[in-house]
């Protein structure tokens, strides 16, 4: 007679009820185990890693440009050196300031061309008692040498997302899954399935059953959880049975954190 199967060793989780370490074999991470302070079932899972901590980002301090001195500009203009023409200050600078006063004159006028075509929009959008308000509005600050600019916005209203319910969450056939042969898990689970058919992400997805013995009478319970299901995804979900004379497993109720 084959000795009965002993655990590689002993892991521990987070009760997902209380949040206390419970202790459960190896081979039953995935199912399902009962909480020795609250006295639950909670879901068995791989301990989780310490995270490492990121490196502390690196401060790059900039290199201060040095002003080099702008060499001091002579009242006096330069001497003509043979063989070439000197340029007069007086002559460059009047240039530049003509080339300023061209430039000015040019986005004044367009500013202007730009106002009136506003203007003459707003009024073929409005009503002649509209169109009389809006010029008195708009002599007013004319008068003080204020001028006026005109703000187009465009009001929309706020994009709503897709509305969920529990609907959206069917729950495929429910069978009872025993152990084989004399290794391995023998823990006896509620299988079943269970597909998002929304077009958004459920979180907090809990499935609860009832157990029925072979009269039909209900004689135990059990359920499973997830944390996130994606839109489309199928769910194989799995509820450990803790007495053996459950003989099949119905659906209790769907619940979701939100």
Not at 135 to 157: D, H, L, W, Y
Not at 178 to 198: C, E, F, M, W
Not at 218 to 228: E, F, Q
Not at 234 to 254: C, E, N, Q, Y
Request: aromatic fraction near 4%.
């Amino acid at each position: 007679m084959s000795a009965p199967y002993q655990p590689k060793k002993y892991l521990r989780c987070a009760c997902v009820h209380c949040g206390a370490n419970v202790e459960f074999p190896d081979y039953a991470v995935g199912g399902m185990a009962l909480c020795s302070s609250c006295g639950k079932s909670t879901v068995t899972s791989m301990p989780k890693e310490p995270e490492k901590a990121a490196p502390s980002p690196q401060v790059v301090t900039p290199t201060p440009v040095s002003t080099v001195p702008k060499a001091p500009i002579s009242a006096a203009p330069p001497q003509a050196k043979s063989g070439k023409k000197s340029f007069n200050p007086a002559l460059i600078l009047l240039v530049a300031v003509a080339l300023a006063g061209a430039v000015f004159y040019l986005a004044r006028a367009r500013n202007s061309n730009a106002t009136k075509a506003n203007e003459s929009a707003s009024r073929e959008s409005k009503g002649p008692a509209q169109e009389g308000n809006a010029r008195t509005n708009a002599q007013a600050p004319a008068r003080s040498g204020a001028s006026v600019q005109t703000n187009r916005m465009a009001t929309t209203e706020p994009a709503r997302g897709p509305a969920k319910s529990l609907e959206q969450l069917k729950v495929g056939e429910i069978k009872i899954q025993r152990p084989k042969g004399t290794k391995g898990s023998r823990l006896i689970y509620a299988v079943g399935t269970l597909t998002n058919t929304s077009t958004i992400e459920r979180l907090g997805i809990r499935v609860d059953l009832d157990l029925v013995n072979a009269g039909g009478a209900k004689i135990d319970a059990t359920s499973d959880y997830k944390d996130t299901l994606a839109p489309n995804e199928v769910w194989t979900f799995r509820g450990v049975i803790h007495d053996p004379l459950a003989m099949s497993s119905k659906l209790a109720k769907i619940s979701e954190d939100n």
